[in-house]
């Protein structure tokens, strides 16, 4: 079970966060399978309102990722311009996706947006203030092709 939990009325989840490039290395044989990148939190923050995932400059580091393109953004602050990353795997709750990557300034907690959580068929429960499988496919992860 996810350790979804809600602080201040912010719904907190669980993330794994994988360098794509190293997975695709290890999977050739190129380097060992304990050579991915990876991190780990108990702590990313589930923001319908924001679109991509988005992840701190040090963790982006961390990672290995490299920068792709910047692109313009609105933010609380404004009008701006953010660096997008080569693509990650990301898993929340046993389901897995692939998901550029959008970088945010260091003190900002991982941002799952909107584009990860269809993709990964998830909504916020705004009772439980959790992430669930979405209830109008019973829960399950299921791809609309309509």
Request: glycine share 8%; net charge negative.
């Amino acid at each position: 079970m996810d350790t979804d939990k809600d602080t201040m009325g912010r719904v907190l989840t669980t993330a794994m966060i994988e360098n794509l490039e190293d997975i695709w290395a290890a999977k050739r044989g190129l380097v060992g399978a304990d050579q991915i990148r990876r991190i780990e939190v108990q702590d990313a923050l589930v923001d319908s309102g924001a679109t991509l995932l988005s992840i701190p400059s040090r963790l982006i580091q961390k990672l290995g990722l490299e920068r792709v393109t910047t692109k313009k953004v609105s933010s609380s602050i404004g009008p701006g311009e953010a660096n997008i990353y080569s693509a990650v795997r990301l898993t929340i709750q046993g389901r897995s996706c692939t998901m550029d990557v959008m970088e945010v300034p260091d003190g900002v907690p991982i941002l799952i947006g909107q584009l990860p959580l269809e993709h990964l068929d998830f909504v916020v429960d705004m009772r439980s203030h959790s992430l669930i499988g979405n209830p109008a496919h019973g829960g399950e992860h299921v791809y609309e092709l309509m």
